[in-house]
């Protein structure tokens, strides 16, 4: 598609809960990244895929984070037991390798209730 | 310390004012740099990268200084249209570590 595409845009869930959020990159783009922003807060890295790889998930912040990207292309970043704290925004991005800008994705609002 | 520090303002000037934002890095490995604007409750764009030389694009200006890990934006002529959040961004380059660093952002309210 001409951008990157996040879906759903707005998820409303109670806490206990499994969420998935997924990301369509810009077609041919290798590197996926996946962001969380809090109100108030710039962007902060969750992981980062290079092909169907994750080359980098230090920022996953414990083990109920989980992202997959088994094509290479479409990503969906899984939540399990779904704490309120993790109410944000998930952006997405992708570039055409890690050497480029990223074109972020419109993000996923999550809200736990 | 957080990797990438910025004053959150607000800033509030006037239609027609210059205005800076500086932004300081701890990270002496940091190799690339950048300016992302963001607007309320849309996602970041990337505004302008930032060279060792400074670089200019219209109203905007970068600069860098390694030496004091010092990343500046300058703003000539603003406009309302320039209000938004501007994010001081570095990027660690090479092997499995390719990710945007992001500052918590600075607020700019240009008034009529």
């Known amino acids: 598609g001409a951008g990157v595409s996040q879906t759903p845009s707005n998820k409303v869930t109670e806490k206990g809960k499994y969420v998935e959020l997924r990301c369509d990159p810009i077609?041919?783009?290798?590197?996926l990244y996946w962001y969380r922003q809090s109100l108030g807060q710039g962007p902060e890295f969750l992981i980062y895929?290079?092909?169907?790889?994750?080359?980098?998930d230090s920022g996953l912040p414990n083990d109920r984070f989980f992202a997959v990207r088994p094509e290479g292309s479409v990503s969906t970043l899984k939540i399990q037991r779904t704490e309120r704290g993790d109410s944000a925004v998930y952006l997405c991005?992708?570039?055409?390798?890690?050497?480029?800008?990223?074109?972020f994705g419109s993000g996923t609002r999550l809200t736990v209730v | 310390r957080k990797e990438v520090e910025q004053d959150p303002g607000p800033f509030n000037v006037p239609e027609g004012a210059t205005v800076a934002f500086n932004c300081t890095y701890s990270?002496?490995?940091?190799?690339?740099f950048f300016w992302y604007r963001q607007d309320c409750r849309k996602e970041p764009k990337l505004l302008m990268s930032?060279?060792?030389s400074g670089n200019e694009d219209g109203r905007f200006t970068a600069q860098l200084n390694r030496a004091s890990q010092y990343i500046s934006l300058l703003i000539r002529d603003s406009k309302l249209s320039d209000s938004a959040t501007y994010l001081c961004?570095?990027?660690?380059?090479?092997?499995?570590?390719?990710?945007?660093?992001f500052g918590t952002g600075t607020l700019l309210a240009v008034q009529p």
């Open positions: 991005a992708s570039s055409p390798d890690a050497n480029y800008g990223y074109t």
């Open positions: 077609s041919g783009h290798t590197a």
């Open positions: 895929f290079q092909g169907t790889g994750a080359a980098d």
């Open positions: 990270n002496s490995a940091s190799q690339s």
């Open positions: 930032v060279y060792s």
């Open positions: 961004v570095v990027k660690l380059n090479g092997g499995a570590t390719n990710k945007l660093i």
